[in-house]
T-cell receptor, first 109, second 115 residues
Framework: SQQGEEDPQALSIQEGENATMNCSYK?????LQWYRQNSGRGLVHLIL?????REKHSGRLRVTLDTSKKSSSLLITASRAADTASYFC?????????FGAGTTVTVRA | NAGVMQNPRHLVRRRGQEARLRCSPMKGHSHVYWYRQLPEEGLKFMVYLQKENIIDESGMPKERFSAEFPKEGPSILRIQQVVRGDSAAYFC?????????????FGSGTQLSVL
């Protein structure tokens, strides 16, 4: 069964706007990661947040983690057309990385 | 430093044939993972291998599927007697060692189509 569940399933925004997506998971984790997948391509690692961290930034990305609610959010600020992709959260427990179903983000020019 | 290499990029098989998918991990990486992705879905874990060892194959169907990662050469995911339901994108990922906070590096995948 999937560990993470993203919300919303799809998101359409105008270039320059912010995009926020959420992820909920079920069991305890060592860390939570976010990946991006462009159509027909492999996944690219974006950012990792450890279970003892609450917020992390990387460029235009901001990730939060609330272990009490078993949830995380990914914020992409000042979106660009190139941000159009599917975004997946993944939880790393021991050695296995488990993915959610993803959020498809479309950035309109 | 080349990334994770998968081939072929696209593979077409008729029902009942065998499919062999290859994955060369990044240089220096000794851990390989295989995932399957159906359209509009996330990646489903299939198997985790180290050199010459299968560590966890809990996500792999018991029949028709097998995986190996020999001492020399790429990792192979083998699907015997393919059926239409095997049509999917198969992704390989690698990591340098077994660490609790290790990110995975993904290949571009093999799209398997079963006619």
């Amino acid at each position: 069964s999937q560990q993470g569940e993203e919300d919303p399933q799809a998101l359409s925004i105008q270039e320059g706007e912010n995009a926020t997506m959420n992820c909920s998971y079920k069991t305890s984790i060592n860390n939570l990661q976010w990946y991006r997948q462009n159509s027909g391509r492999g996944l690219v690692h974006l950012i990792l947040i450890r279970s003892n961290e609450r917020e992390k930034h990387s460029g235009r990305l901001r990730v939060t983690l609330d272990t009490s609610k078993k949830s995380s959010s990914l914020l992409i600020t000042a979106s660009r057309a190139a941000d159009t992709a599917s975004y997946f959260c993944a939880t790393f427990n021991d050695y296995k990385l488990s993915f959610g179903a993803g959020t498809t983000v479309t950035v309109r020019a | 430093n080349a990334g994770v290499m998968q081939n072929p990029r696209h593979l077409v098989r008729r029902r009942g044939q065998e499919a062999r998918l290859r994955c060369s991990p990044m240089k220096g990486h000794s851990h390989v993972y295989w995932y399957r992705q159906l359209p509009e879905e996330g990646l489903k874990f299939m198997v985790y291998l180290q050199k010459e060892n299968i560590i966890d194959e809990s996500g792999m169907p018991k029949e028709r599927f097998s995986a190996e990662f020999p001492k020399e050469g790429p990792s192979i995911l083998r699907i015997q007697q393919v059926v239409r339901g095997d049509s999917a994108a198969y992704f390989c990922a690698s990591s340098p060692e077994r660490r609790l906070n290790e990110k995975l590096f993904f290949g571009s995948g093999t799209q398997l189509s079963v006619l």
